[in-house]
């Protein structure tokens, strides 16, 4: 069975302050995926990032990056220099390589204050 | 840029009815997929769909949920006799079939079932 743990449940910040989203995984399979996804006040999923098990290079996208540790099962997701823009849930995902289904953490709510 | 759509954006029905939520995936997307998010609770997994068929369903969806593709371009899940407990918001995705090193499934804006 696969499992994805958010530890942090809110995280409240104020503009400008770099912020660290926990997420820790579980999973048998040797070749899965993980994903973060964002879901702003409006309720949709926005698709930040995809990251394969056989490609622990580290990303950057503008303020946003990423830290994959296989050896510690911990898919980080870092924001730089935080915006109110940014106020949302983040949900980290994670997908084995025989099935398609996501398996979700149950989310991180980030406050953004200016 | 393509979109996964879905309508209603929201729908209210009475406990028992009968509800048909509806989604048009990315138009070159051969796999399809229903997930529900409960309020304030994170987003489960319903089913995924492929080559007209289920191809994965999770213990939530049993014989009151049942999905179909009618046409070339509508997505649907029906709800038999709706309960209380299936309110949520519920979310439709979808990938293109492509390499599943690099697929993503995208979702629509999603629908919220109230149920009273």
């Known amino acids: 069975a696969q499992k994805v743990t958010q530890a942090q449940t809110e995280i409240s910040v104020v503009e400008k302050e770099d912020v660290t989203l926990d997420c820790v995984y579980e999973?048998?399979?040797?070749?899965?995926?993980l994903f973060w996804y964002k879901q702003p006040p409006s309720g949709e999923l926005v698709f930040l990032i995809r990251r394969n098990s056989f490609d622990e290079q580290n990303e950057i996208s503008g303020r946003y990056s990423w830290n994959f540790q296989k050896s510690t099962s911990s898919f980080n997701f870092t924001i730089t220099a935080s915006q109110v823009v940014d106020s949302a849930v983040y949900f980290c995902?994670?997908?084995?390589?025989?099935?398609?289904?996501?398996?979700f953490g149950g989310g991180t709510r980030l406050m953004v204050k200016p | 840029e393509p979109e996964v759509t879905q309508t209603p954006s929201h729908q209210v029905t009475q406990m028992g009815q009968e509800v048909i939520l509806r989604c048009v995936p990315i138009?070159?997307?051969?796999?399809f997929y229903w997930y529900r998010q409960i309020l304030g609770q994170k987003v489960e997994f319903l089913v995924s769909f492929y080559n007209n068929e289920i191809s994965e369903k999770s213990e939530i969806f049993d014989d009151q949920f049942s999905v179909e593709r009618p046409d070339g371009s509508n997505f649907t899940l029906k709800i038999r006799s709706t309960k209380l407990e299936d309110s949520a918001m519920y979310f439709c995705?979808?990938?293109?079939?492509?390499?599943?090193?690099?697929?993503?499934?995208?979702f629509g804006p999603g629908t919220r079932l109230t149920v009273l």
């Open positions: 995705a979808s990938r293109v079939v492509r390499d599943s090193r690099t697929d993503t499934q995208y």
């Open positions: 999973t048998r399979d040797t070749t899965y995926y």
């Open positions: 138009s070159n997307h051969l796999y």
């Open positions: 995902a994670l997908s084995g390589a025989a099935g398609n289904m996501l398996t």
